[in-house]
């Protein structure tokens, strides 16, 4: 997919941003980045805090705090130069536009198929030529279930999804998974997995083009913090 580059992307004269996502990751992201030597302002980690773009100890490099897919629209656009994201928002996202060149280890989980009862219900799967799936995830789930000869009629939700098979909503859903305790919660059953899942540092790739020096060394930090 060929994004176009906003003029923001071209002011090689000012600093870098990094994007990194809300949540469960920006926490475990938290030691990673310390041992990088970036220390951001304190109220990036208050879930309470209302802002949005933080200083770090860095005069060149800022920190702004995302949703998780909006990491790869930021980084892709090259509003954000770099950016952490899971391997999940890369299946499903997609571009051309970012290069991944770290796998940070952080945010083990999984992009699953799970069905109310499972496979167990007495249906083979394998004879399915359609199929109501409910995700956040389409084009990972269509991608997934043509490789099956099956069309996914996706629904596409962004959250709540573990209700959709008891409210006769969708057969299956795709879902990340962690534990699998709230499939389990909602009487579900996870089937199949899709891929497994960690977080990546992810960069622009106009931005190491035009501004190489800059962001490699940036990924010299990180992949130091890693070794």
């Known amino acids: 997919m060929d994004l176009p580059q906003p003029f923001a992307a071209t002011q090689a004269a000012t600093g870098l941003v990094l994007a990194l996502p809300k949540g469960r990751i920006l926490k475990e992201l938290a030691p990673l980045l310390a041992r990088a030597g970036i220390a951001p302002a304190p ?11 933080f200083p770090t100890n860095d005069a060149a490099l800022d920190v702004i705090r995302v949703r998780p897919f909006d990491v790869a629209t930021f980084v892709a656009h ?3 130069q770099i950016g952490v994201c899971g391997a999940d928002v890369l299946m499903e996202y997609d571009t051309d536009q970012i290069y991944a060149p770290l796998d940070l280890g952080i945010g083990r989980c999984r992009v699953s198929v799970a069905e109310q009862g499972g ?5 083979d799967a394998s004879r399915w030529s359609r199929i109501a799936v409910a995700t956040k995830y389409p084009n990972i789930a269509r991608r997934h279930f043509a490789a099956r000869g099956i069309q996914a009629e996706v629904v596409h939700l962004n959250g709540a999804m573990e ?3 008891s409210l006769g909503l969708a057969r299956v859903i795709v879902d990340l998974v962690q534990t699998g305790s ?3 919660a909602n009487g579900l059953v996870e089937t199949e997995v899709i ?3 960690t977080s990546r540092l992810i960069v622009n790739r106009t931005a190491l083009k035009t501004r190489p020096e800059e962001v490699a060394a940036l990924i010299a930090r990180f992949r130091a913090a890693l070794a």
């Open 43 to 53: 109220d990036l980690m208050d879930e309470d805090s209302r802002r949005l773009r």
């Open 78 to 80: 090259g509003a954000a």
């Open 119 to 123: 496979t167990a219900s007495g249906e």
């Open 163 to 165: 209700l959709a098979p």
């Open 182 to 184: 709230t499939l389990k």
């Open 195 to 197: 891929a497994e899942v």
